[in-house]
């Protein structure tokens, strides 16, 4: 027989990502209607090995729903990933009753807390939370959306200087490890290139169309390029086209940390709130040791062993619709 959770503990780890206080809401509250006594716990895996936790009312998430960033704080913790940090974080949570843990957060965080899941009797929930949307096992992530809109509406912002100036921006979003940023805000602000890590880039071929585009006078081009695509970002995509073509006049822009933060979007919310429900109700039909997630606008349950394998897949077709788009 499963033990019934009663007392949960929710944090927020990794980068983070608009939504996090809706979803950090949503489980606080659904929590306390059960019955549950809710805890916070601070600066991700952190406040867990260094007992900085508190117990969380209904009012300590009041007036956070449309806040960017986390009211728990978040980090990326290296303690917790020794098993000596994972023993004292267990001591921790069973020093204050706590039976249940809500992980909001990206593939690192599932992985601490599949790791942890499987030394101790604590199960846990996971919730994506990054602005990368680079888990298997749902179609959209926590802070994502946000993300996205915030590089589309900058890219516009550039386009304009670009039509002016008559310039070729290379503009910067983030994603380390995924294209996910880059290949929506690109595909949805008409850029002509799209560089993301998932793929290898012919930069020969790149050369060529604007070399082609500079005889018919189109000067006008926009490139966006992931931060961990293979030259490692725009700054070194620039140097190769200025030194191939020096008579285009060539910009960079990085968007960097401004994609992170700012008031989450609607959708954001939605799912974010809807997602900590469901983390919750997870608890309370006995489904442990899960990620939640959501495909095809329905909850979705991968264990937390096999999300941390899986890894989304960028479709062959959607590279197909920046090429025939941008011609
Ligand atoms: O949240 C994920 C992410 O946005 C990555 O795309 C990026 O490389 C990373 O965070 C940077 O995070 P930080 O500056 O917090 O180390």
Known sequence: MKKRVTKIGVLTSGGDAPGMNACIRA?????IYHGMDVFG????????VENDIF?????????????????????RCKDFFTPEGRKKAYENLTGLGINGLVIIGGDG????AQTFSNEYDIPCIGLPGTID??????????????????????????????????????IEVMGRDAGYIALH??????????????????????????????????????IVVAEGDEFGGADYVAK??????????????????IQRGGSPSCFDRL?????????????????????????????????????VKKKQRISEEWMKIVKILAS
């Open 185 to 222: 805000s690109g595909i949805s602000t008409g850029a002509e290139n799209i560089l993301i890590p998932e793929r290898k880039t012919d930069i020969e071929e790149i050369i060529k169309q604007l070399a082609e585009k500079e005889r018919r006078h189109k000067l006008v081009n926009l």
């Open 271 to 307: 799912i974010a709130s809807r997602m900590g429900y469901s983390a919750v109700e997870c608890f309370m039909e006995g489904r442990y040791n899960v990620f939640v997630g959501m495909v095809n606008n329905r909850m979705h349950f991968t264990p937390l062993n096999e999300a």
């Open 27 to 31: 489980v606080v509250r659904t929590g």
């Open 109 to 112: 965080s599932f992985r601490g």
């Open 133 to 170: 949307k680079d888990i298997a096992g749902t179609d959209f992530t926590i802070g994502f959306d946000t993300a996205v809109n915030t590089a589309v509406e900058a890219i516009d912002k550039i386009r304009d200087t670009a039509d002016a100036h008559d310039r070729l921006f290379i």
């Open 240 to 257: 190769i086209i200025k030194e191939r073509l020096p008579m285009q006049e060539v910009r960079v822009c990085i968007l960097g940390h």
């Open 55 to 75: 117990k969380m009312e209904s009012r300590s998430v009041a007036n956070i729903i449309q806040r960017g960033g986390t009211v728990l704080k978040t980090s």
């Open 41 to 48: 716990i601070m600066r991700g895996y952190t406040g867990m």
